[in-house]
């Protein structure tokens, strides 16, 4: 079968627009797209970027208090030691019912001490100045309750959650 030279042309050129057409939804298209799918997220990539950024000045603080936090436990003992002293410096050492140490949490680089205080016939002035005194000792009051007695509503009966890290 033989063309005729325009007929030629033309099969050229339609294989070269085909060839154009298909390069351009096979190849350019895809990429074209996923560059413009890239682009978009760029600022959510930043933002993303600054929050960690943010987060991990946040991380080497909080390390670095923990740090001193353990500094500060080893030079002073053993958590119940430390609050047998303080009870006596604030003179409740009669109004202890008991001093239970409790389970702590536990993770690597990092261990927790509780320790659970019960306190009889105290007077909410006591319970501040006691709080007061274990909280400058570098321990942590986790819960404090009390309630008043039956028979002097003066008086109050008080449980504190105190912890250390170790």
């Not at 627009?17 to 190849?27: E, K, P």
């Not at 390390?63 to 958590?79: D, E, S, T, W």
Request: hydrophobic share 40%; charged share 30%; glycine share 4%.
């Amino acid at each position: 079968m033989k063309l005729d030279t325009r007929e030629k042309k033309i099969v050229i050129f339609g294989g070269a627009a085909a060839a154009v057409i298909l390069l351009y939804l096979l190849v350019l298209a895809p990429i074209s797209k996923d560059l413009g799918r890239k682009r978009d997220s760029i600022p959510k990539k930043e933002q993303q970027l600054v929050e960690m950024r943010r987060q991990r000045e946040q991380y080497l603080e909080l390390k670095q208090r923990l740090q001193q936090v353990q500094a500060a436990a080893a030079k002073r003992g053993p958590i119940l030691t430390e609050i047998e002293n303080i009870t006596r410096r604030a003179n409740l050492s009669s109004k202890i019912v008991s001093l239970k140490p409790q389970a702590g949490v536990e993770a690597e680089g990092f261990k927790e001490n509780v320790v659970q205080i019960r306190l009889k016939n105290v007077s909410l002035y006591d319970i501040v100045n006691y709080v007061y005194r274990l909280e400058k000792a570098t321990l942590r009051i986790r819960k404090l309750y009390f309630k008043p007695r039956f028979d002097n509503p003066k008086l109050l009966n008080s449980t504190i959650l105190v912890s250390s890290a170790e």
